[in-house]
């Protein structure tokens, strides 16, 4: 295996179609400091941590640092006060680094603070938001369960009323971060079969975080389960504004929007690593970039890319305006996630047998999209979204 890699990290970005003249200033500044932390605080230890499959969880607090936890929720309540394009830009640059780093963010901010910003009681939110923001807090949501994934709405997860609160029972499956949690933003079926979403904290009776080992995929993000057994969960930390699955799903709509641009990052980093390799790598006499076959490889990845940016510049405008739709996140998600996946094969090719070591970031991107193209819905799943907002037939059920 060759050493642990601990190159320097010269990435300049890539902007075919001169999307930054459609950036403010404050998008720059919020990307270049981003840009910044990555090179300092991710690229030196990143292949370490996969290679051990640890959570650089050092890095919780660095990225509070940065504004990576809620970029577009308002500052009162720990966020940055940015736009949407703003959050995106911070989730590619993240993702550029590692897709498990991105992953520390999206959850933080997208997960478990909006759902507390959004359907929480004002009390709520002053006890958990300011803290979750700076990272004294750490926070993960508890959809999936072992039996239900793609079909979140058959949880077993459930709450029986017990006065001034809730027992609660179940179990939680493939759930980022929970091992380190402080709390958890858990979805569960009360009496009638709705869906309420509540906070549970760490030390509650009956709850425990397992963690789930031997991920091939996104080896420096934490994953495991949640477990209750007889929790009892005051009806103070039950969210007052929501039931249904619409509370959840609403969450996975602003995660899955940061993801759609997080996947650019990793695709950036695949391509970059590539187009450098091929112009110094000889064969035959002459650089690999020199080659056709290998022109065709970057011309394609570089167009790919400008076409996701594209896309998630337009998505990030309708956001602004509150106009981007799930159906139309789906899309931006899917096929930016499909995109990364496929540059980084390709960039991968390029590489030779050099592709396949930690001592470039390729292979470890395509693991970790791997994830990606899985998790907040999968690959599939999306397509169906897409079918059904074209179609009008719902196409998933029986
Ligand atoms: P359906 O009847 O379509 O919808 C139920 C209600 O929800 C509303 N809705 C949405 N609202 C906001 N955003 C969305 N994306 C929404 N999608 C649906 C819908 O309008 C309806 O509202 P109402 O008022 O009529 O009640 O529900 P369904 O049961 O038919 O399910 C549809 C389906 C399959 C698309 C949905 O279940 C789905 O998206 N499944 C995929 C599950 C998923 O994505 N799980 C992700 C778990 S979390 C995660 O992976 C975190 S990884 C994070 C990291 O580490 O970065
Ligand atoms: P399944 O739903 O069993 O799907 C298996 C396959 O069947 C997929 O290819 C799917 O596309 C296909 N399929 C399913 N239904 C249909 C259909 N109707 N038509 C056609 N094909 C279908 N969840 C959380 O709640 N919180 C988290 O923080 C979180 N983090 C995660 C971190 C990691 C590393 C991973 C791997 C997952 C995480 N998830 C999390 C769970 C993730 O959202 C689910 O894995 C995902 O939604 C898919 O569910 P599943 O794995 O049960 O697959």
Not at 5 to 11: E, V
Not at 207 to 235: N, Y
Request: with cysteine; proline share 4%.
């Amino acid at each position: 295996m060759a050493s642990i890699n601990k190159r320097t990290d010269s990435y300049q970005g890539h902007d075919y179609y001169l999307i930054d003249e459609l950036l403010t200033e404050e998008h720059l500044l919020a990307r270049q400091a981003v840009r910044d932390w990555v090179k300092a605080e991710v690229t030196p230890i990143i292949e370490e941590y996969s290679d051990k499959h640890e959570c650089p969880r050092h890095l919780f607090k660095g990225l509070a640092e940065i504004g990576a936890y809620g970029p577009s929720l308002p500052t009162e309540y720990g966020g940055g006060g940015m736009d949407e394009i703003a959050y995106g830009v911070i989730m590619q640059e993240l993702e550029r680094g590692d897709s498990g780093v991105r992953s520390m963010a999206s959850v933080q901010g997208s997960l478990v603070m909006y759902p507390i910003y959004r359907f929480a009681s004002e009390e709520q939110k002053r006890k958990y938001l300011p803290k979750l923001g700076s990272g004294e807090f750490i926070g993960c949501f508890g959809l999936t369960e072992p039996d239900f994934g793609s079909n979140p709405a058959g949880m077993v997860t459930n709450v029986r009323d017990d006065g001034d609160a809730y027992i609660l029972n179940g179990a939680k499956m493939w759930i980022t971060n929970s091992p380190v949690a402080d709390l958890a933003v858990v979805w569960a079926k009360n009496e009638q079969g709705e869906i309420l979403g509540m906070v549970v904290e760490k030390d509650a009776k009956g709850f425990s975080a397992p963690e789930i080992h031997g991920k091939w995929s996104l080896r420096a993000s934490i994953t495991g389960e949640l477990v209750f057994e007889d929790v009892r969960v005051p009806k103070s930390q039950v969210f007052p504004h929501v039931k249904g699955l619409k509370g959840p799903l609403s969450c996975l709509s602003k995660a899955r929007y940061g993801i759609a641009w997080g996947a650019i990052g990793a695709a950036l980093d695949c391509y970059d690593t590539a187009l450098k390799y091929s112009k110094e790598r000889i064969q035959f006499g002459k650089p690999l970039a020199a080659f056709q076959l290998t022109q065709k490889k970057l011309a394609e990845m570089i167009t790919e890319i400008t076409k996701a940016q594209l896309l998630a510049w337009r998505l990030g405008s309708l956001a602004n305006k509150s106009a981007a739709t799930p159906a139309q996140i789906s899309m931006a998600k899917r096929n930016n996630v499909n995109m990364a996946l496929t540059i980084a094969r390709e960039a991968r090719q390029i590489l030779g047998g050099m592709g396949i070591t930690n001592e470039y970031p390729i292979m470890r991107h395509m693991m970790n999209l791997e994830t990606v193209l899985t998790y907040e819905g999968t690959h599939d799943i999306h397509l169906l979204i897409t079918g059904m907002d074209v179609t009008g037939i719902n196409a998933f059920g029986a």
